[in-house]
């Protein structure tokens, strides 16, 4: 019977000082307590201006199971993370940041569930090192998706888990330039287990995610899995335009009833406003829903474009564009000697 393959693939942005650590803290995983599976780990660059890269070459040269995808710019959280599931090719995929906020030393017990039957086995932040208010408005942008939402989003959750071969296969077939992992995992992950744990703080000191792009986060969640926003508005316009009519209404019979009330002109200006008014404003209303619509249909680019890969014998999958080389390292163009566990 051969042995079974994890694949762990690693988004990266400015993790220079964490790339050592993470490497040796997943073989010392892999050595001392799944020493029965094969494993590769993938590190997936979304354009680092630090010394990442380098710090990946030098490992890639050491280890050939350490490769390496470099995207030719930055493509932004959401869609380097989507992407770099899919580039591994072993039975299951094991996610975690290259931040060190997500402690490798949890896979033992992903890999338990996983092999009771699990599909995906996902890690829910128990707790973590964020302030009061940032907490606090966490708890209400979930608490939003829940009353919202057409499949809830699992709280605390930032894709760092292990997902089995078949959902892999999923993601591959979703066609999504911008995709929200959270929402994907929500509706397609038929068999999930949640595993608590406490997060640590990031090895760079600080998060990359500021104000903005957690502002840009939550958006985006709720942009993909709900129609809040657009349905929001097409009901505000109807009641203001509701309220509109009824005034112009009013105006109309209060001219006709106390014909001095208004100087001349006046009444049917106000009328003309208020009716244009509410149309309008149902009219956009009605439009966004058809923007919400043509939003999911169009866009047919891909997502990321990698601008090297290192350490890899195959092809990266068809949805991903790729510029320019493979970089196979010297460790690597050799079999090695014996199979490492």
């Not at 280890?63 to 995808?69: G, L, M, T």
């Not at 502002?215 to 505000?236: E, N, V, W």
């Not at 999911?296 to 014998?313: I, L, Q």
Request: aromatic content about 12%; hydrophobic content about 40%; charged content about 20%.
């Amino acid at each position: 019977m051969s042995r079974r393959t994890i694949s762990v693939v690693i988004p990266s942005f400015n993790e220079e000082r964490s790339v050592q650590e993470m490497f040796d803290r997943l073989t010392a995983v892999f050595r001392n307590d799944l020493p029965n599976y094969d494993y590769e780990i993938i590190f997936v660059d979304d354009f680092s201006t630090d010394g990442t890269r380098g710090e990946i070459r030098r490992l890639a040269k050491q280890d050939p199971r350490v490769k390496a995808v470099f995207n030719a710019r930055n493509f932004g959280f959401h869609r380097n993370v989507f992407s770099a599931l899919t580039y591994g090719s072993g039975d299951a995929t094991f996610m975690l940041f290259g931040d060190l906020q997500d402690p490798p030393e949890n896979l033992p017990a992903f890999v338990r569930a996983w092999e009771s039957g699990k599909q995906v086995v996902i890690g829910q932040r128990r707790s973590s090192d964020e302030g009061f208010i940032m907490t606090g408005l966490r708890h209400f942008y979930y608490a939003v998706i829940r009353w919202f939402s057409d499949t809830t989003q699992i709280p605390r959750f930032t894709g760092y888990g292990l997902y089995d071969r078949d959902f892999v296969r999923v993601l591959e077939e979703i066609d999504d330039i911008q995709p929200f992992f959270k929402a994907v995992v929500a509706e397609y992950g038929l068999n999930v287990e949640i595993i608590q744990y406490d997060q640590a703080k990031s090895a760079r000191g600080k998060s990359n995610f500021n104000f903005l792009r957690n502002y840009d986060f939550a958006m985006q969640g709720i942009t993909s899995s709900t129609k809040l926003l657009m349905r929001l508005a097409t009901f505000i316009a109807a009641i203001v335009g509701l309220i509109c009519l009824g005034v112009a209404i009013f105006v109309l019979i209060n001219k006709l009833v106390n014909w001095e009330t208004y100087p001349v002109g006046e009444a049917s200006t106000t009328v003309g406003i208020f009716f244009l008014g509410a149309t309008q404003l149902f009219f956009i209303g009605v439009l966004g829903e058809y923007i919400l619509s043509i939003n999911g249909r169009v866009t047919s680019k891909p997502r990321v474009v990698v601008g090297e890969r290192v350490n890899f014998a195959g092809s990266l999958p068809s949805h991903v564009s790729t510029e320019t080389h493979d970089v196979i390292s010297d460790a690597s163009r050799d079999e090695p000697s014996e199979t490492r566990s």
